[in-house]
Nanobody
Framework: QLPMVESGGGLVQAGGSLTLSCTAS????????IGWYRQAPGKQRELVAT???????QYIDAVNGRFTISRDYARNKVLLRMFSVKPEDTALYYC?????????WGQGTQVTVSS
């Protein structure tokens, strides 16, 4: 019953790329700023990228220039394209509203970057 479902994670070598997908309900997708969050072992969950209904995007410095957040309007998806990944990108990735998250979280999708 969650409005969002994450997928696309996996194992990737440092320097490689992959794309994460957040499948969202139509109203949730269109009415909110959507963010990708991540949580690495031993660290707090952090917001790494956002996209507004007007397609304004923002990134934290750690991923700026390497990650691209976008929307697939036809499929109600928010994508996170990750390029030149680093071991530090290893984390469980979630999508949710931003900067204030919906009270519930999905299962997330695991990204593991090997060196």
């Amino acid at each position: 019953q969650l409005p969002m479902v994450e997928s696309g994670g996996g194992l990737v070598q440092a320097g490689g790329s992959l794309t994460l997908s957040c499948t969202a309900s139509g109203p949730w997708f269109s009415d909110h700023v959507i963010g990708w969050y991540r949580q690495a072992p031993g660290k707090q969950r952090e917001l790494v990228a956002t996209i507004s209904p007007e397609d304004h995007t923002q990134y934290i410095d750690a991923v700026n220039g390497r990650f691209t957040i976008s929307r697939d309007y036809a499929r109600n998806k928010v994508l996170l394209r990750m390029f030149s990944v680093k071991p530090e990108d290893t984390a469980l990735y979630y999508c949710n509203t931003a900067p204030t998250a919906y009270t519930r979280w999905g299962q997330g999708t695991q990204v593991t970057v090997s060196s």
